[in-house]
């Protein structure tokens, strides 16, 4: 057997050492690859609720559903999942700073154009 792999205690099959189950019976080989990395992934929590109070409140909400998702993800070994909620997350944040302040500018450019007709 090589040197990077282990027997499986249920049927004996060499699994790598990376593995987390056994590729032949599926059993739980060892419990250490189940802990999460060390690297921490931004949930974007506060920002998200910074954003439903003070800019968007329905894009604000569905931020905080995303940033909820990222550390559960994570603690389930779905790094994969808890970047794509992080990501989406910043996305809504984004969403409802600019669902925000669109309004405010566009009657900022209305009422340049209001007062160059008038002069």
Not at 26 to 35: M, Q
Not at 42 to 57: D, K, M, R, Y
Request: proline share 6%; with cysteine.
């Amino acid at each position: 057997m090589p040197e990077d792999t282990i027997p499986c205690n249920r049927c004996g099959c060499p699994n790598e050492d990376n593995n987390y189950k056994c590729v032949a019976c599926g059993a739980v080989i060892h419990e250490a690859s189940v802990v999460p990395p060390s690297r921490d992934i931004a949930n974007h929590l506060a920002l998200a609720i910074l954003a439903a109070i003070f800019c968007c409140l329905p894009f604000g909400i569905v931020a905080i559903v995303y940033a909820a998702q990222v550390n559960a993800q994570q603690a389930r070994g779905d790094i994969a999942g808890a970047q794509r909620a992080s990501g989406e997350a910043w996305r809504w944040i984004r969403v409802s700073l600019v669902a925000a302040i669109l309004p405010y500018l566009i009657v900022a450019i209305y009422v340049a154009m209001l007062i160059s007709v008038r002069h």
